[in-house]
Nanobody
């Protein structure tokens, strides 16, 4: 099993920045792609960004491309999400996720991930 713990959420004004972190523990050698999703009140969870374990290929939703940056430190088993130019409608709980190496599925779908953190609240005020 893999445990994921997010941190770095909080309250920020529109246009501001936050950096989220996700620390993995447990059988981290079984992880491959790691991703971030978010869920706003009354809405479905949506893909934000993902990064592969080998090569560090990155993927972003169109809504965050150019403003958010995902990175990972494999030695520390940690993935980061740098969020710039935040907007009020990006207020949501942000979840970290990880895929088991035996799993398939798309990097931008919830079904493509096997492990999830508890989430961290990001609130963007106008």
């Amino acid at each position: 099993q893999v445990q994921l713990v997010e941190s770095g959420g909080g309250l920020v004004q529109a246009g501001g920045s936050l950096r989220l972190s996700c620390a993995a523990s447990g059988r981290t050698s079984t992880m491959t792609t790691m991703g971030w999703f978010r869920q706003a009140p009354g809405k479905e969870r949506e893909f934000v960004a993902a990064i592969s374990r080998i090569g560090g290929s990155t993927y972003y939703s169109d809504s965050v491309k150019g403003r958010f940056s995902i990175s990972r430190d494999n030695a520390k088993n940690t993935v980061y999400l740098q969020m710039n130019s935040l907007k009020p409608d990006e207020t949501a709980v942000y979840y970290c996720s990880a895929r088991h190496f035996l799993s398939g599925g798309s990097y931008n779908s919830e079904t493509g991930y096997d492990y999830w953190g508890q989430g961290t609240q990001v609130t963007v005020s106008s």
